[in-house]
């Protein structure tokens, strides 16, 4: 009896045992659980968006080392828009569901206009001392002192050509006037247009693109207007154009042109190119090195660019020395014709293409913030970034044949820009947009006198009822130095400064 009494309290006192011993592993394994939790939090997505395609494959694996070595707990999710970008940001913003970081242009509209709706951050709070210091040049402030970018890219516009089929057509060095250039072009499409070879080509499939390329930047050289404003006189003369527009046209006729150039794309123009389709072109440097390193891979023994080719006396304009011309400029200011203004030596503006913006309802503007200042905006990711695409920064600058990094040139970052780019709002243009009317006239689809004089009553009048409304300023450099833009810089600011108070 007692054995059957013992055997039964055993099983007994072993059941407890075991229903402890379970009690006790799940209360183990609930902590552990616990514990493994408070350790693995969901990493903060930070999204960024661009329309660069070109650096792609550097910043796919700059972000791969990033999301896997910062110490954050951040990972960046990076989406290339090729095409569709603006249409993107636009459906984005109407549904609130615009990404943390943007890539934006310092003259797309969508960028500007929403500033005004104050989408983007303010990042002047953000930016120490140390970060000014450094950044020094690249900032680019907006209305009342704030900051919505940081610049880090820059170009020119140069001349692109092949070495190889100026080689085949005899041609040593590539030309230095639009006259020589039309000649070129010219000699080169009767010559190899049966191999379906041409002398020249441009994207006019998107006008403003090509327009700003082709025409606008040597047009501010040569005559010391920038976007069609005369700062001499204060008023807009896109009259002054006419020599440049039908250098254009020319070189778009059949006889040295490509056919079917109104249907180009930039991607186009880039693949024929890279295939030795197209002998000469306008472009903006800022990514052209870097496109023919990673997207239309190009031997770079095999192509060329230069400065854009001066206007020259025989397609009209009186050759002017720069010492006259600087002695008596208001004199240089009257001096203009139906075939445009005399030529003279001013300096080409460069292009600031664009820089990143944080989203101003970013749910992780402090996340956001820390991507852009450690990884985007670090001097080790530009300085790098800058030599392996081989690609013009405001801060840094590759050279051609070293590597070595260069300073940009402050006076063509100081060329004033038109009353219609610094205050959209105060030049209220009616008809047809500029961009439009000079590629139909550079396409021969209108008359080149009839569009330009149609562009300059067009903006005079916008220009002039901004005034009235008091939305405008009245822009008059009557000391303006185009070789010099630096040196009436203040005069210039103090002027457009009314714009910008509150």
């Known amino acids: ?107 797309d509209s969508l960028y500007r206009q929403y500033i005004q709706e104050e989408r983007w951050l303010d990042l002047s709070p953000y930016l120490s ?66 191999n379906g070879i041409y002398g020249f080509a441009q994207n006019m499939k998107e006008p403003e693109s090509a ?32 020599a440049g527009v039908n250098a254009l046209k020319a070189l778009l006729s059949e006889e040295c042109g490509m056919p079917g150039c109104e249907y180009l794309t930039s991607n186009a123009l880039h693949d024929l190119f890279a295939r030795g389709k197209i002998a000469m072109y306008f472009a903006d440097s800022s990514q052209e090195d870097c496109i023919y ?40 200011a009257q001096n203009t014709s139906e075939e445009g203004r005399i030529v003279c030596d001013g300096v080409q503006p460069i292009h600031l293409s664009g820089g990143w913006v944080v989203t101003a309802a970013s749910q992780h503007e402090e996340e956001a913030l820390t991507v852009l200042w450690e990884l985007l905006y670090s001097e080790e990711f530009l300085e790098e970034y800058c030599i392996e695409n081989a690609v013009d920064s405001i801060l840094y600058r590759t050279g051609e044949a070293t590597g070595k990094l260069q300073s940009v040139s402050q006076q063509a970052l100081s060329l004033p820009e038109a009353p219609h780019v610094f205050n959209p709002e105060g030049v ?39 005034i009235i409304n008091g939305k405008g300023v009245h822009l008059k450099i009557v000391d303006y130095d185009p070789g010099d833009p630096e040196a009436t810089r203040a005069e210039y600011l103090r002027q457009i400064m009314p714009l910008y108070k509150e």
């Open 1 to 107: 009896m007692r054995s059957r009494a013992n055997s039964r309290i055993g099983q007994c006192i072993r059941m407890i045992c075991g229903i402890l011993l379970l009690f006790g592993l799940c209360g183990c394994q609930t902590g552990n659980r616990t514990e493994t939790l408070e350790t693995s939090e969901e990493p903060v997505t930070i999204t960024i968006w661009t329309n660069k395609a070109s650096d792609s494959a550097y910043m796919k694996q700059k972000i791969a080392e990033y999301n896997e070595s910062n110490e954050e707990n951040i990972r960046i999710e990076y989406e290339i828009y090729v095409g569709n970008y603006e249409q993107a940001i636009e459906v984005a913003a109407s549904t609130s569901k615009l990404p943390d970081i943007l890539y934006a242009g310092m003259e």
């Open 129 to 194: 001392e140390e970060l000014q210091e450094r950044l020094e040049g690249g900032i680019y402030p907006e209305q009342d002192g704030r900051i919505y970018q940081v610049y880090t890219r820059c170009g020119e516009i140069k001349l692109y050509y092949n070495k190889e089929i100026f080689k085949r057509c005899g041609i040593e060095n590539p030309p230095e006037t639009m006259a020589e250039m039309i000649q070129y072009a010219a000699y080169i499409t009767d010559k190899l247009s049966k």
């Open 211 to 242: 327009v700003s390329a082709a025409l606008l930047a040597g047009m501010a050289r040569d005559t010391g207007v920038y976007n069609g404003f005369d700062y001499w006189k204060g008023r807009y003369d896109f009259t002054l154009y006419s």
């Open 293 to 332: 390193q990673n997207l239309f891979p190009m031997d770079e023994e095999s192509y060329g660019s230069v400065s854009i080719p001066k206007l020259s006396p025989e397609l009209g304009g009186k050759k002017f020395e720069l010492e006259e011309f600087l002695a008596d400029p208001k004199a240089y």
């Open 428 to 466: 209220q243009v009616t008809g047809n947009g500029v961009y439009d009317v000079l590629a139909q006239a550079m396409l021969g689809e209108r008359d080149v006198a009839e569009s330009l004089q149609e562009l300059t009553e067009q903006y005079n009048g916008g220009y002039g009822s901004g």
